[in-house]
């Protein structure tokens, strides 16, 4: 089980400050901590706590299928008001665009139903009292 503990720090929430402090240099050997582990943690945390990852594929193909819809009419207004005839080329781009765009929009929503899932499956509380007196 994965447990983002900064996450859970910051969920649980209470009162928080800085504590400034001046850092002693190392006593021994180098930090086995590198890009890689830093790259993982910041996957965890933002994969434990939120669900934009998952969302963020409906926008990307909500852009996709505009900018082809945009490129589609423009060829059609291109050939009507300038006769200029279209190519086969354009057109095929036109529709793998749109249906690349249209298939990423369905990528997102069944994203954000399994980020919802995922949220639910986690089981925590909406609330967390400090005591059992805390509300009367």
């Given amino acids: 089980r994965n447990l983002f503990m900064k996450g859970v720090l910051s969920w649980v929430g209470g009162k928080t400050d800085v504590v400034k402090y001046a850092r002693a240099e190392r006593v021994a050997g180098d930090s086995k901590f590198n890009g890689w582990k830093l790259w ?3 996957l965890e945390g933002i994969t434990s706590f939120s669900t ?8 990307i193909g909500l852009a996709v299928a505009g900018v082809a819809f945009l490129y ?21 781009l036109v529709s793998i665009l749109f249906l690349g765009g249209i298939q990423l929009i369905g990528i997102g929503v069944l994203g954000e139903y399994i980020g919802r899932i995922y949220i639910e499956t986690k ?3 909406k609330y967390i009292l400090k005591g059992k007196n805390s509300v009367k």
């Fill in 52 to 59: 934009f990852p998952l969302r963020i594929w409906t926008y």
């Fill in 72 to 92: 589609g009419a423009w060829m059609i207004f291109d050939t009507l008001a300038f006769g200029n005839a279209v190519r086969g080329y354009p057109s095929l």
């Fill in 40 to 42: 993982n943690l910041a």
């Fill in 123 to 125: 089981a925590r509380p």
